[in-house]
């Protein structure tokens, strides 16, 4: 199998684990998104206007958190020169989100004060923002592992104009090519993490936390084992 499955698919499991994270945070961090920020500026806003009984400071902290996740990983990013089909600060950064995770199974319970609360916010969100900083470096098929929504307006995009060009008269045929399939999965893979850990969440909660870690130890195993020393098209 060459390199880049292997990092198409480590880029669907991130999303996996994206999909599980956001149901974390939701059922039990009152109903704020650690992965999907676009979800949480709608809290914010609802907020102001006392539609719902939503916390601003929660769905604050997520933000908070996320874009301190950002910022982060592209500093570190942004001070290597390397080139690489994988760098090798991707690998680090995500052995932080790891560590985040670990962290956040250690000290997540079923009784916790609200400054408890807000830890775990911005260990989720911050994961999330290095994670998704980190598989945008990567630049496969666009794909962030978080933000949905592009992802699914281009294979919309996409769909319409091969079936334009298939019976619309038009000479040259448009491809629906694997990239548009990459991004159909991610998109799929991420409601499916959802999914799963919803049910998880309702019979053992916090227990889903458990699969992001897993998630992770794998893929920092690929990339430590199958990665280095490849050149930016995935060769030796």
């Not at 496969?140 to 769909?159: H, K, P």
Request: proline content about 2%.
């Amino acid at each position: 199998m060459h390199a880049k499955t292997w990092r198409g698919g480590i880029l669907m499991l991130l999303c996996l684990s994206a999909g599980i994270v956001d149901v974390i945070g939701y059922i039990h961090l009152g109903r704020v998104f650690t992965a999907n920020m676009t979800g949480n500026i709608v809290i914010l806003g609802m907020s102001f206007a006392h539609v719902a009984e939503l916390s601003f400071l929660r769905a604050a902290l997520a933000c908070l958190g996320f874009i301190a996740g950002n910022a982060a990983a592209a500093f570190l990013l942004s001070g290597s020169k390397a080139k690489g089909f994988w760098p090798a600060r991707i690998t680090l950064i995500l052995f932080v989100e790891l560590a985040f995770y670990l962290v956040f199974a250690a000290l997540a319970g079923p009784v916790m004060s609200e400054t408890l609360l807000h830890v775990l916010i911005l260990l989720l969100s911050s994961a999330m923002g290095m994670q998704t900083t980190a598989a945008r470096k990567l630049g496969v098929a666009g794909i962030s592992t978080t933000v949905l929504t592009n992802n699914l307006a281009s294979v919309i995009e996409d769909f319409v104009a091969f079936f334009r060009s298939r019976f619309g008269g038009k000479a040259k045929s448009a491809k629906v090519n694997g990239e548009t399939w990459l991004r159909f999965t991610a998109v799929a893979i991420y409601c499916f993490g959802a999914l799963i850990a919803g049910i998880a969440e309702i019979h053992m909660p916090f227990s889903a936390i458990w699969i992001p870690i897993i998630i992770m130890v794998i893929i920092l195993i690929v990339a430590l084992k199958m990665f280095r020393g490849l050149d930016e098209q995935g060769e030796r």
